[in-house]
């Protein structure tokens, strides 16, 4: 009987500008599970999982309110007559611990994932997108290595000529510079490089420097470039979102390297940091507009276009993004039209 009578409050209701957010039959709780997403709760209470942040509570009297974890029962609650979803009850890996006189908190890398992250990982860690042919030229590169070598591997010393700066002590190095042009304007997006391996500085004498290689995906080599190490913060625990600002752009590429795009393919948005796309920005894609024949009339009507998927930016650059594709009603292909999403 509350169900019912929850289910007709809802039905009444209009809230965040728009019909009502809420599933008719989303439950009244969930207990998040191991292996679940952040994504794939949203999907379970909401029409459009990109509202969560707008209808998500953060519980202050809770340890770490906004990251939740296997165990945690989300509740679907009213605060001011609006629905909220909110931990009610922490399972044990969300929880503070005390252990006198000691206290254990769980880490934050326990906390459910937005998105599986095996999708995205070798994309979201590694290889690194130069701005411009100047950034290119300009980043630090091995010339050479320890006894002459010519490949190299974790363990040996290389050298590299460049601008270092006192406080850097780590460097990923990439390799490769495969440009990225907006198939709309012409412009140059970026050079897309990828991983090769980390090196840790050891001395530092003008613009050379002596470097160990830390780790190695594959042999380095003279000519490899050398980018600071990016920290990878939080990355997991955003929260899936529309844009703060209208944007409308096109899948560039697919890095999955197949002409039809699926769900959890990575793809490449021609719009990145300098359109104010971040990290869990949700868009919504879309089939290049098609025309059909009026029959009584004789004209080509432009027909509406519909949406047939969504993709989710997870590593946004100066003038593009990746961005996984977290549904799709069809295939989708390079070209096909990125803006923000509405609900169905």
Known sequence: MRRFVLAGILLCMSTLG???????????????????????ISTTFLHSPWLWPQIWH????INNPHLIYPGDMISLVYINGQPRLMVSERGNTGRTIKLSPQVRVMPSESAIPAIPLSAIESHLYGGYVFASKEQLAYAPYVFAARNGKLISAVGDKVYARGSFAEDNFRFNVVRGAERVIDPQTG??????????????????????????????????????RLVRERASGLVTTFFPRAPEAPVEGVIT????????????????????????????????????????????????????????????????????????????????????????????
Do not use: C, H
């Open 253 to 344: 590429e697919n890095l999955s390297n197949s002409k039809k795009i699926a769900k959890f393919d990575t793809v490449v948005i021609n719009r990145g940091k300098r359109e104010s796309l971040k990290q869990g920005d949700i868009l919504g894609v879309y089939r290049q507009s098609e025309v059909a024949p009026d029959a009584l009339t004789g004209e080509l009507v432009v027909l509406p276009m519909e949406r047939i998927g969504l993709v989710m930016v997870y590593r946004s650059f100066a003038k593009m993004s990746y961005g996984i594709v977290l549904s799709a009603r069809e295939d989708i292909e390079v070209g096909y039209i990125l803006r923000n999403p509405q609900p169905m």
């Open 187 to 224: 412009e140059l997006l970026g050079l897309m490089a990828r991983n090769v391996g980390a090196v840790n500085v050891s001395r530092i004498e003008g613009d050379t420097a002596s470097l160990v290689v830390q780790e190695s995906k594959m042999e380095l080599k003279p000519g490899d």
């Open 18 to 40: 728009q019909a009502d957010p809420i599933k008719a039959d989303s439950p009244g709780e969930y207990m998040v599970q191991k292996g679940d997403t952040l994504w794939d």
């Open 58 to 61: 953060a519980n202050p009297q």
